[in-house]
């Protein structure tokens, strides 16, 4: 009897140990067979997950989970920005609120205005006949003087910004390249202080910003690592039982992902500012820039811009 039991625990053992190989040879698979491609996308492993094989120990021990990573923050440029829509009285001025809010900001005779209605309101103490109390005192007021004066008090603080950040830089948009043309695309920003057609273009071979795009990379490199990791933190926190190691997962992804993240960046980080003398409204030069780190990936003259007759707001 107590042979019979020794020979049926080895038929066990070994039925696992070919278990256990066949395991190994999917992960494997997987893990290097490049035709995973869009799939891996949505779920870098999801073909594993559809036929799983029998395993020798159905609980295996799970992988340990990193603290959901936070993006890191790229190196900030030294002293003030020098790229004025980070400045937040900049973009304010650029774009002022509407309505009350507006003459809030810039009509003085509006808010000795507000604040004799707001005295009077105070003495009364019910809510509703607060209310009501409002709406009477402003119902008779022509506000138009209101906005004439908010106006001109906003145009001469804009100006009178731009006087003192004339060396600043004004972010005219962000770019983007069409390889088929050789041609460099500037889309406008709301954010820019003066109103011109939503593009232009100028021509740049493709050697050019191919230098440009390295340049950008290597700033960019542990940003798109950032989301990346956060993509491997994602997948171990859905995955009930991974078979992969954090290091397997890492660069599967960085080879599946990169590329289309780095696209990304570039679009939301890479733009195009102008330098010159703000106070004469004139722009002499662009530059193609990191957004974060304010790094130059490129000088080049502004003839193209010039060209697109931007109206400038001040």
């Known amino acids: 009897m107590g042979g ?3 020979v049926f625990i080895c038929i066990l053992l070994l039925m696992a140990a070919v278990a256990g190989c066949n395991r190994s040879t ?3 698979k997987s893990i290097n067979d490049p035709s995973a491609g869009e799939k891996a996308l949505k779920n870098p492993f999801a073909a594993e997950a559809e036929a799983k094989p029998a395993r020798a120990n159905p609980q295996p021990t799970p992988q340990p989970l990193a603290p959901v990573a936070q993006p890191s923050v790229p190196a900030a440029p030294i002293g003030p920005p020098k790229i004025l829509t980070k400045d937040p009285e900049y973009r304010t ?38 209310d009501k109390a409002r709406l009477n005192a402003w119902k008779n007021v022509d506000k138009s003087k209101f906005r004439q004066q908010a106006i001109a008090t906003h145009d001469a603080k804009l100006r009178e910004y731009m006087a003192k950040h004339r060396d600043a830089w004004v972010e005219i948009g962000h770019c983007d390249y069409d390889t088929s043309t050789e041609m460099l695309r500037v889309t406008s920003i709301p954010a820019s202080p003066f109103q011109g057609t939503d593009k232009f273009e100028m021509h740049m071979d493709l050697a050019t910003i191919d230098a440009v795009y390295n340049k950008f990379r290597s700033l960019a490199d542990t940003r798109i690592m950032d989301r990346i990791n956060q993509d491997v933190v994602e997948y171990f926190a859905t995955e009930d039982s991974p078979v992969y190691s954090r290091e397997q997962v890492t660069t599967f992804l960085r080879q ?50 010039t060209a697109s007759h931007p109206s400038w707001l001040y």
Do not use: C
């Open 4 to 6: 019979r039991k020794h």
């Open 93 to 130: 001025l650029i774009k002022p609120p509407e309505g009350d809010e507006f003459l809030r900001l810039y009509s003085a005779d509006y808010n000795a205005k507000l604040a004799e209605v707001e005295a009077n309101v105070g003495k009364i103490n019910d809510k509703a006949l607060q």
């Open 26 to 28: 999917e992960v494997s």
């Open 256 to 305: 599946q992902r990169y590329k289309s993240y780095e696209s990304r960046i570039r679009l939301e980080q890479m733009v195009v500012i102008g330098r010159g003398d703000l106070a004469d409204k004139n722009i002499e030069h662009l530059s193609i820039v990191d957004y974060p780190s304010e790094t130059v990936l490129l000088d080049f003259d502004a003839t193209s811009f």
